[in-house]
């Protein structure tokens, strides 16, 4: 009899005692204080917190659901109200050179006060400098300036006047200056009257009039000296009552702001271009006056240069700053330069810079999502140009990319002191790592979340606090005891692993969600565990649609499945199929054929290309165990098939390799295996079975199928590798199978006892003669293989017998009448075949014999 025994119901599925938990519900318990299970990736988060140095930024992997985003979250919080507040940052006009704005960063709050300050200082002076201009000592001492030219203008002019009448001239006054006239009479002198003079009086004329006119250029050059003078004199009259104006206002911001540096500068900056361009303030708009509303639109330009762009505002911020950018593209992490439309054409100016989600943490901390940031063009290259060169520049896309060459602001970078933590899988960081080589350089911290955490007595009860705590925050009924129990048994099924607990509490919240559900809609108070079960089980109904409908066509017959009986190259193996969150076992008849030849084990799916590698080389390693096993002394004369039936996909994985070394050695014997029983396992070149997955799904899968094809019969089972044992959280109802002895899980180690389990037979094992007991299991695949190696021994010889007779066949001489030619005669032509014969059909469908495939 087989040596394995099946096991109990104890070891096929965890059972949490409600009576280890001291209270009545979660009512009664406190919450949750922090993160459980992820005592690695918490000590990391907190030196990645804590080390201030270059380079140290954090990247948080491991599978989603496990509470990273919630332990990043309270981490970076509680750290965050202990640092400094990080200050503002704003954006000035650079009056030195408009196209590169001028930053500059403030204590926080100060840079709201900046901004409102010189706004209503601008205000002001919008107000009291057209003031100034139209006061009454403003208008004397302009319209002395004007009366004083105008009389010297008028001085000069009779002095000009008197010089020219002595000569019996005129002055005309024209546009552009002056024109020169001879008088006759007191009247300008007529073309006719010219006419009428000598040649002598006329060139006189000419003479005294280019005279004349040298003293008339004279006289202009001094009127426009004078005409600029009395510009000077308007333009210092101007600039004095200008300075006098805005003095006051700018220097009560120089006293407000004096501990700034930067501020200072700009504001005396500020002064002397408000001073420079005062004219632009000397327009008051009216009702109705089109022109002065004209003129004042045309000023706007100029006043928004004395405006401050608050770039980035920390005055309601408590600590520093924490940014959480959800869609980590270019623009959203560097800022961008917007621009207005006026008039058909697109304006910007400093005002218009906007920020990035650098911009908003720098001084505090910026978390993102790894495939999120990736899945950005050019996003991932700004972070790390951002954090290489510790300065972040806001600049367009398409400039980056150098696809651009108009002239495009270019604000002043701004140095960047952040934190950035990235969140992903682990496969994310591990390419990133291998790929980028400035990735390690940049995240020096790997804070890895785990998806499990051991089942120990503290665990437990942290899982209790946990459901408390949900229960608190949702506002849902309080779970018994006895439902807490059922939650943790389904946590460690979910990692399947009777010793770990799920730390995945995503999936534990919906649980727990669906569970009061159910017990408001059962009416319950409390949360029992039948309404766990019944939150479980609704939600397995939602999903296997497709596994029902597989299991039909199993009952059906039109998926070949035999659960009863015994039949020799044949057995039930066990696959999972995965649809999205769904995962689901079923059997697989898997068989197998032998003949003679020397071809080896020929893997069918792997010749028609559905094989993956490691299931062809678990094919190989088969191979290698049975020659390893029958072949010291006798080589393989074997040609074997192993084919998986009414697989119409992909087969990939090694867990079927138990299944196909069983099935290929009772095809060798004849031996029949036992059609209720299926197997899972992989195995070595020793024969020793290995662990596999899905270890679960393919018991309740084959359980399913028995079910479904006329009940259990109480010899039905599956053999699985001890390995496996400790990863078996079967169903309850699969469980109290078990209990009752109505279905039965065997654990092997060895081939030899997986063999005895479907066979019924010892396996035997060598005697002190190197050979095994001939009515044993290895016995009988000697015997036949041994069968099998002279058969193909015996059809070598016969084929070589037929093929030396053909040989000295031909090699006899013709009979009489035939003589060799002479050496200087031609050959004979043989009759040759028709080059194109008609095809015989009969004949190309014909067998060949052995020797006809042989070169």
Not at 338 to 354: K, P, S, Y
Not at 604 to 609: D, F, T
Request: glycine letters at 8%; one cysteine or more; charged letters at 25%.
């Amino acid at each position: 009899m087989p040596s394995v025994q099946p096991l109990t119901a104890e070891q096929v599925r965890p059972y949490c005692d409600p009576a280890q938990f001291a209270f009545a519900s979660t009512a009664d318990i406190p919450d949750l204080p922090g993160i459980v299970g992820q005592h690695r990736a918490l000590r990391a988060l907190q030196f990645g917190m804590s080390m201030s140095a270059n380079g140290y930024n954090i990247f948080v992997q491991g599978p989603a659901g496990t509470g990273k985003s919630t332990a990043v979250r309270q981490f970076i919080q509680a750290d965050a109200v202990k640092l400094p507040p990080a200050d503002d940052w704003i954006y000035v006009y650079n009056f030195q050179d408009p196209g590169h704005p001028n930053a500059m960063h403030v204590p926080p709050g100060r840079g709201r006060a900046l901004h409102a300050d010189l706004a209503a200082t601008i205000r002001q002076l919008q107000q009291t400098i057209p003031a100034a201009f139209e006061g009454d000592d403003y208008v004397k001492h302009r319209e002395k300036i004007i009366e004083d030219l105008k009389a010297d203008h008028e001085k000069l002019f009779g002095q000009l006047t008197e010089q020219v009448e002595k000569f019996s001239f005129s002055l005309i006054r024209l546009p552009g200056g002056f024109m020169l006239t001879p008088v006759v009479g007191g009247k300008p002198i007529t073309d006719a009257q010219f006419e009428q003079l000598t040649e002598d009086q006329k060139d006189k004329l000419r003479k005294l009039r280019e005279k004349l006119q040298e003293q008339v250029d004279k006289t202009i050059i001094a009127m426009r000296q004078r005409e600029q003078q009395a510009r000077s004199e308007m333009a210092k009259l101007d600039e004095g009552v200008a300075r006098f104006t805005i003095t006051h206002p700018v220097n009560e911001l120089l006293s407000k702001y004096e501990e700034l540096p930067e501020v200072i500068d700009y504001l005396k900056a500020l002064a002397e271009d408000l001073v420079t361009n005062v004219e632009a303030f000397k327009t008051t708009s009216k009702d109705g006056d089109l022109a002065a509303a004209m003129q004042v639109a045309g000023t706007e330009s100029i006043m928004r240069r004395y405006g401050v762009n608050l770039f980035v505002d920390n005055s309601d911020i408590q600590g520093a700053p924490v940014v959480y950018e959800s869609n980590p593209n270019f623009a959203n992490l560097v800022g961008r330069v917007e621009h207005q439309a006026v008039m058909g054409a697109l304006i910007t100016d400093f005002t218009m810079v906007r920020p990035g989600a650098l911009h908003r943490a720098n001084g505090g901390y910026l978390v993102l999502e790894a495939m999120s940031l990736l899945e950005r063009p050019q996003a991932w290259d700004a972070l790390k140009r951002a954090l290489k060169e510790r300065v972040v520049r806001v600049e367009e896309y398409a400039q980056s990319l150098g696809l651009i060459s108009t002239a495009v602001l270019e604000p002043e970078p701004i140095p960047l002191n952040i934190k950035v933590v990235l969140s992903g899988a682990s496969y994310l960081y591990y390419l990133l790592q291998n790929y980028d080589e400035d990735f390690d350089e940049l995240f020096k911290i790997q804070a890895d979340f785990d998806d499990r955490m051991t089942r120990d007595p503290e665990h437990i009860q942290e899982y209790a606090q946990f459901i408390a705590m949900m229960c608190r925050q949702q506002n849902l009924s309080p779970f018994t005891p006895a439902a807490v129990a059922c939650v943790v048994d389904h946590s460690s099924r979910l990692v399947a692993d009777q010793h770990y607990l799920s730390t995945r509490f995503r999936d534990i919240s919906d649980l727990i969600t669906e569970s009061a559900y159910w017990a408001r809609s059962n009416g319950n108070e409390l949360v029992t565990d039948g309404d766990v079960r019944q939150a479980i089980a609704e939600k397995r109904l939602r999903g296997n649609r497709l596994e029902e409908r597989l299991r039909d066509e199993i009952a059906r017959g039109t998926m070949l499945i035999s659960v009863k009986g015994e039949r020799a190259g044949q057995v039930n193996g066990l696959s999972v199929l995965s649809l999205g969150n769904v995962e689901f076992g079923t059997p697989t008849r898997i068989t197998a054929r032998t003949f003679l030849g020397r071809g080896g084990v020929v893997d069918i799916e792997r010749e028609a290309r559905l094989a993956g590698p490691i299931a062809t080389k678990a094919v190989m390693i088969l191979t290698a165990f049975l020659s390893g096993r029958y072949a010291q002394t006798t080589p393989l004369s074997l040609h074997a098939t192993l084919v998986f039936e009414q697989s119409y996909g992909g087969v990939e994985g090694d867990s079927a390799s138990l299944a196909e070394l069983c099935v290929l050695i009772s095809a060798i014997t004849g031996l029949p295996l036992r059609q209720e029983l299926a197997m899972t396992g992989s195995i070595n070149q020793h024969g020793d079975v290995q662990a596999i997955g899905g270890i679960n799904e393919k018991t309740e899968g084959f359980y399913d199928t028995c079910v479904a094809l006329g009940g259990l019969t109480g010899t039905q089972g599956v053999i699985l590798p001890r390995a496996n044992v400790a990863h078996l959280v079967l169903r309850e109802d699969v469980a109290q199978a078990v209990a009752e002895g109505r279905w039965h899980l065997y654990p092997v180690e060895t081939v030899d006892q997986a063999l005895e389990l479907l066979m019924g037979l010892p396996a035997g094992e060598l005697d002190d003669q190197g050979a095994y007991p001939p009515d044993s299991i290895n016995g009988r695949v000697v015997a036949a293989l041994e069968e099998m190696h002279d058969r193909w021994q015996a059809a070598q010889s016969s084929d070589e017998e037929e093929e030396e007779e053909e040989e000295e066949a031909a090699a006899k001489p013709e009979e009489a009448g035939d003589e060799s030619p002479a050496p200087d005669d031609e050959p004979p032509v043989p009759d040759l075949p028709d080059p194109d014969p008609e095809p015989d059909e009969a004949a190309s469908h014909a067998p060949r014999s052995r020797a006809s495939r042989r070169p």
